[in-house]
């Protein structure tokens, strides 16, 4: 019974942290887009694998620090475009900018 008890207790922790882990590694899109300059800024959005692909029409505009602190791996900038590793969620910010527009 002892054993019961302290399986379920484990189990609720558990539980617990994979939600507070999932919460936190999510990406707040909305500041993503902002920190794109905004949906007027973006041309043309591409989602290959873990990484993000975005045209823009002033890449000035771009808060590089912020979409790294949101937690981009990695950011590289050729003319006017970004390619932004993301991981899982590239897809999800493709998806979500393309409905924005």
């Given amino acids: 019974m002892e ?6 207790v484990l189990l609720i922790v558990l539980l617990a942290i994979l939600k507070a882990t999932k919460k936190d590694a ?3 899109l909305n500041k993503l887009v ?3 300059g905004g949906k007027e800024n973006i041309i ?6 873990s990484r993000f692909i975005v045209t ?3 890449v000035s ?7 790294q602190k949101l937690g981009a791996k990695g950011i ?3 003319e006017n475009q970004l390619k932004i590793i ?13 409905e924005l527009k």
């Fill in 26 to 28: 999510s990406l707040d």
């Fill in 76 to 78: 590289v900038e050729i």
């Fill in 3 to 8: 054993y019961v008890i302290i399986g379920i």
């Fill in 44 to 49: 043309q959005t591409e989602s290959k694998l």
């Fill in 61 to 67: 505009k771009a808060n590089k620090e912020g979409i």
């Fill in 34 to 36: 902002e920190y794109l």
């Fill in 56 to 58: 823009l029409h002033d």
């Fill in 86 to 98: 993301l991981g899982p969620e590239s897809k999800q910010l493709k998806k979500f900018i393309d």
